[in-house]
């Protein structure tokens, strides 16, 4: 039920891209991307439906590939801000409830 | 409007005390969540409930936790007689229609410290 997500941490450089991947071994009817910083609420960044199109979010965007049951995550030109961990967030059984990856620890450094 | 408001904010309790976590979803919204959180780990799915009714507990502990969304007043989560493993983060989140095809907002949790 659980996503799986990869990889579990990143460092990067300020301006770097970086990508993190979410897959799931059930299909998929939608996929939510959410970004928390220590101590702090999870925060909503894009949510990816099934049959719908790429979504972006500033220099974020997201892609959700259906028949590998996978979407992806990517951040261009990373600023300090993009720190923090992202969880992906599948519901797998279209039950209205979605299940958590392990989250993605990415780590921006000027 | 107001966001999800949780509260306590911080909660101490000893072994064997009862923990009663609250939930106030943002205004309109009908479908509460809620997720525990271990240090430095995932957000692990316990509760899925709309008003007066529990949808999906599946990932609930079978004894000592209970959830509630009545008609009127807050989400609460209860624990009864808790743990030193009780000791995490809990979160709630709510929607207005259901997670689907519609994000969930959350609140600053709850964090729950059994000594």
């Known amino acids: 039920q659980q996503p799986v997500q990869s990889p579990q941490a990143v460092i990067l450089r300020e301006g770097e891209d970086a990508v993190i991947n979410c897959s799931s071994s059930?299909?998929?009817?939608?996929v939510h991307w959410y970004r928390q910083k220590h101590g702090e609420a999870p925060v909503f960044l894009m949510i990816?439906?099934?049959?719908?199109e790429q979504k972006g979010h500033e220099k974020i965007s997201a892609s959700f590939n259906e028949k590998k049951q996978q979407s992806s995550l990517y951040l261009t030109a990373s600023q300090l801000s993009y720190s923090g961990t992202y969880f992906c967030?599948?519901?797998?059984?279209?039950?209205?409830?979605?299940?958590f990856g392990s989250g993605t620890k990415l780590n921006v450094k000027p | 409007n107001a966001g999800v408001m949780q509260n306590p904010r911080h909660l101490v309790r000893r072994r064997g005390q009862e923990a009663r976590l609250r939930c106030s979803p943002m205004?309109?919204?009908?479908?509460v969540y809620w997720y525990r959180q271990l240090p430095e780990e995932g957000l692990k799915f316990m509760v899925y409930?709309?008003?007066?009714?529990?949808?999906?507990e599946s990932g609930m502990p079978k004894e000592r936790f209970s959830a509630e969304f009545p008609k009127e007043g807050p989400s609460i989560l209860r624990i009864q007689q808790v743990v030193r493993g009780d000791s995490a983060a809990y979160f709630c989140?709510?929607?207005?229609?259901?997670?689907?095809?519609?994000?969930?907002?959350f609140g600053q949790g709850t964090r729950l410290t059994v000594v």
């Open positions: 989140a709510s929607s207005p229609r259901g997670t689907m095809n519609t994000e969930a907002f």
């Open positions: 059930k299909a998929l009817y939608s």
């Open positions: 990816l439906l099934k049959g719908g």
């Open positions: 967030g599948t519901d797998p059984y279209n039950f209205n409830k979605f299940y």
């Open positions: 205004k309109g919204h009908s479908h």
């Open positions: 409930l709309q008003k007066e009714n529990i949808i999906d």
